[in-house]
């Protein structure tokens, strides 16, 4: 069901559509949660906060003035952010971890240990990088909906991405991927 | 166009974030140079990968089966600050001291923590009761008292509080079930019983709401014939703090009714008993302008047994 119709609905109180909203996008909201956090507890607990906090504030959503889904995702990172602070451990930032910390090339020997090791060095990223990370290759955000939802200038996306991938290049390089990956040349 | 200049929005350039005009240079750019081409495929191949990784491990993941039913119960929660206000004064009156209800990280808050004022109100209305009949006389000018199933043992007691609504009192409870603790206040009444050997636990919780209030979703039941709502799959602990039959020793009322008596003062031994659920189910009904709300590991059946044996608590005359 379109996620207006169901919006409509649940201003209109009926408790249904917000099941159905709830059923619609929970999957969305926690999986996002559960990779800017690693943790499968704090992604339940902030999918339960986005969607109390989305019950709270459905009555005043004015989808004339943005998208339910926008507005989902900043609610979500809001969350995760909330809950990183929370845990008050320090994020260490890629370009600190030395090279002898890295996995040898030799320990790669298939797809999902790539998967694995690629997650983990997102996961080693600060708050900042990974936020993008996850928006653009996760979500597949454009530039312009990652600045509104970070309420940030689409120039600072910009600088954000490149420096993650910049710092994420330089620690996979040293282990490099044993699957062909499709590579797009325009 | 420079390579250094191209360099910096190659990465722009395959998500499709330069200008018309951007993309026309850096096209032209790239015909002309091998190493940015290779810049380009390097950028491209690691885009994926990363895509590739973070598709991958989402997919691995899902909320838990419960997800639904426990926000639906922390709705609920929000729906009512009533309740949390008599925590809170609840609270007030014996801080650190109560039935405790904890969750895991997987549980369901059900309560922040129901203070274990209850059991000091309880002793307190005890011993004004047993002791000081003048006293009694007075504060029935501003109490009502209903005769509940004693938390201490030994058949029933008349409770007080500053009722605005007359609570309901089931009038059927399985074999072995104790009361735990009586509370009430102008708007709410909570009502706690537990089978210590099946380690069963039945909440009652009667909240004062607008007549035009509806039932939070869930799977529809019926209580007399009534509409009702029945939550299931709930997990949580609940803690117990187990009183001994008579007082220890007399206690002093305070000679202002409204005087907080600390319940440092009441000189009773205690032992707490955790029981922890993962097949708790809530039952939640209207009577009147009341909303009903039962917490319990019993079975669906006995539930609405007890539900459908609720009425109105005896009201005692305290002339």
């Given at each position: 069901m379109d996620s207006a119709d169901l919006i409509h609905r649940c201003q209109t109180g009926d408790e249904e559509g917000f099941a159905a909203l709830f059923h619609q996008y929970k999957n969305l909201v926690y999986?996002t949660a559960?990779?800017?956090?690693?943790?499968?507890?704090?992604?339940?607990d902030v999918l339960q906060e986005v969607f109390v906090q989305v019950h709270r504030s459905l009555l005043t959503f004015d989808p004339l003035k943005g998208s339910f889904t926008t507005w989902l995702y900043r609610v979500t990172m809001n969350h995760c952010?909330s809950?990183?602070?929370?845990?008050?451990?320090?994020?260490?930032?890629?370009?600190?971890?030395?090279?002898?910390?890295?996995?040898?090339?030799?320990?790669?020997?298939?797809?999902?240990?790539?998967?694995?090791?690629?997650?983990?060095?997102?996961?080693?990223?600060?708050?900042?990088?990974?936020?993008?990370?996850?928006?653009?290759?996760?979500l597949?955000l454009?530039?312009?909906e990652?600045?509104e939802i970070?309420n940030?200038?689409?120039?600072?996306?910009?600088?954000?991405?490149?420096?993650?991938?910049?710092?994420?290049?330089?620690?996979?390089?040293?282990?490099?991927?044993?699957?062909?990956?499709?590579?797009?040349?325009? | 166009?420079?390579?250094?200049?191209?360099?910096?929005?190659?990465?722009?350039?395959?998500?499709?974030?330069?200008?018309?005009?951007?993309?026309?240079?850096?096209?032209?750019?790239?015909?002309?140079?091998?190493?940015?081409?290779?810049?380009?495929?390097?950028?491209?191949?690691?885009?994926?990968?990363?895509?590739?990784?973070?598709?991958?491990?989402?997919?691995?993941?899902?909320p838990?089966?419960?997800a639904w039913n426990r926000l639906q119960a922390r709705l609920i929660e929000d729906a009512h600050p009533s309740l949390s206000?008599?925590?809170?004064?609840?609270?007030?009156?014996?801080?650190?001291?109560?039935?405790?209800?904890?969750?895991?990280?997987?549980?369901?808050?059900?309560?922040?923590?129901?203070?274990?004022?209850?059991?000091?109100?309880?002793?307190?209305?005890?011993?004004?009761?047993?002791?000081?009949?003048?006293?009694?006389?007075?504060?029935?000018?501003?109490?009502?008292?209903?005769?509940?199933?004693?938390?201490?043992?030994?058949?029933?007691?008349?409770?007080?509080?500053?009722?605005?609504?007359?609570?309901?009192?089931?009038?059927?409870?399985?074999?072995?079930?104790?009361?735990?603790?009586?509370?009430?206040?102008?708007?709410?009444?909570?009502?706690?019983?537990?089978?210590?050997?099946?380690?069963?636990?039945?909440?009652?919780?009667?909240l004062?709401v607008s007549s035009e209030r509806s039932l939070p979703p869930g799977r529809k039941?019926?209580?007399?014939?009534?509409p009702a709502v029945?939550l299931?799959?709930?997990?949580?602990?609940?803690?117990?703090?187990?009183?001994?039959?008579?007082?220890?020793?007399?206690?002093?009322?305070?000679?202002?009714?409204?005087?907080?008596?600390?319940?440092?003062?009441?000189?009773?031994?205690?032992?707490?008993?955790?029981?922890?659920?993962?097949?708790?189910?809530?039952?939640i009904?209207h009577?009147?302008?009341?909303e009903?709300r039962?917490?319990?590991?019993?079975?669906?059946?006995?539930?609405?047994?007890?539900?459908?044996?609720?009425?109105?608590?005896?009201?005692?005359?305290?002339?």
């Open positions: 999986r559960y990779l800017m956090l690693d943790d499968a507890g704090e992604a339940e952010l809950q990183r602070r929370k845990r008050r451990l320090p994020t260490i930032s890629l370009d600190k971890v030395s090279a002898a910390a890295l996995t040898e090339p030799q320990s790669l020997v298939n797809r999902v240990e790539d998967e694995e090791v690629v997650r983990q060095a997102v996961g080693r990223l600060n708050t900042k990088l990974r936020t993008v990370v996850i928006l653009r290759y996760y597949d454009s530039y312009a990652m600045a970070l940030v200038p689409t120039g600072t996306v910009k600088s954000r991405l490149d420096r993650a991938l910049k710092t994420l290049r330089q620690e996979l390089e040293m282990v490099p991927c044993t699957w062909p990956v499709k590579e797009v040349v325009k | 166009m420079k390579c250094q200049e191209v360099n910096k929005l190659l990465l722009a350039y395959l998500n499709h974030e330069v200008t018309p005009s951007e993309r026309m240079l850096i096209r032209a750019h790239l015909v002309g140079c091998n190493a940015c081409q290779q810049e380009l495929a390097a950028l491209s191949a690691l885009q994926s990968r990363v895509r590739q990784s973070l598709q991958v491990s989402a997919a691995q993941v899902a838990s089966p419960q206000w008599f925590r809170t004064w609840l609270q007030r009156l014996a801080p650190g001291v109560g039935r405790i209800h904890q969750t895991d990280k997987r549980g369901v808050k059900m309560k922040k923590g129901l203070a274990f004022t209850v059991i000091a109100a309880l002793v307190i209305a005890l011993a004004v009761m047993a002791f000081v009949p003048a006293v009694r006389a007075q504060v029935g000018e501003l109490l009502r008292w209903f005769r509940f199933e004693s938390p201490a043992g030994g058949g029933e007691v008349s409770i007080p509080g500053s009722v605005e609504f007359t609570p309901l009192r089931p009038t059927y409870l399985p074999a072995g079930f104790q009361a735990m603790s009586v509370g009430l206040n102008p708007e709410a009444a909570s009502l706690n019983y537990w089978n210590s050997s099946t380690n069963q636990i039945l909440i009652i919780d009667e004062r039941v019926t209580v007399n014939g009534q029945l299931t799959g709930l997990e949580g602990n609940i803690s117990f703090v187990l009183l001994p039959p008579t007082p220890s020793a007399p206690i002093t009322p305070p000679a202002d009714s409204d005087q907080i008596v600390p319940l440092e003062s009441v000189p009773v031994s205690e032992t707490v008993e955790t029981v922890s659920y993962t097949d708790g189910r809530q039952l009904w009577i009147g302008d009341v009903i039962m917490l319990s590991n019993l079975p669906e059946e006995e539930m609405i047994k007890i539900a459908e044996s609720m009425a109105p608590a005896e009201e005692e005359s305290i002339e």
